[in-house]
C-alpha cells in the first residue's frame, strides 16, 4: 500500500503561482512513477503531467506544457507540481498518483494509488 497526501492547492489570481506536493508513504516510492490529475467542476478527471521513477523523464498534457512543471525528491518520498502563469481555466481538485509500471504512464486507469486531492481556483 502507498498512501499519497496532496498540499499547496489554494485560491490564487490569474497568472499567479503555485506549487503542489504530494507526500508518499508505505512503500518504496522511488519504485513508482508519479502523476497528477485534476478534476474540474461538472468534468472528468484528466491527466496533467507525469514523471518517471528515476526523475529523468516527464510528460505533460499540451494545455499545461511550458506553464508547469513536474518533479520529484525521492529522498523525501514527495513529487511537486509547480504550476505558473495559471488560469482560470486551470480551476479544478488536483490529484497525485503512484504506479509501478512506467516509465511514463498517462492513463489513469494504470494508477494504483491515489491521493484525496487539493482544490486549486484561480481567479480572473
Known amino acids: 500500500q502507498v498512501q499519497l497526501v496532496e498540499s499547496g492547492g489554494g485560491l490564487v489570481q490569474a497568472g499567479d503561482s503555485l506549487r503542489l506536493s504530494c507526500a508518499a508513504s508505505g512503500r518504496t516510492f522511488s519504485n513508482y512513477a508519479m502523476g497528477w490529475f485534476r478534476q474540474a467542476p461538472g468534468k472528468e478527471r484528466e491527466f496533467v503531467a507525469t514523471?518517471?521513477?528515476?526523475?529523468?523523464?516527464?510528460y505533460y498534457e499540451n494545455s499545461v506544457k511550458g506553464r508547469f512543471t513536474i518533479s520529484r525528491e525521492n529522498a523525501k518520498n514527495t513529487v511537486y507540481l509547480q504550476m505558473n502563469s495559471l488560469k482560470p481555466e486551470d480551476t479544478a481538485v488536483y490529484y497525485c498518483?503512484?504506479?509501478?509500471?512506467?516509465?511514463?504512464?498517462?492513463?489513469?486507469?494504470?494508477?494504483?494509488?491515489w491521493g484525496q486531492g487539493t482544490q486549486v481556483t484561480v481567479s480572473s
Open positions: 498518483a503512484a504506479t509501478l509500471t512506467g516509465p511514463i504512464v498517462v492513463r489513469q486507469a494504470n494508477y494504483n494509488y
Open positions: 514523471i518517471s521513477q528515476s526523475g529523468a523523464s516527464t
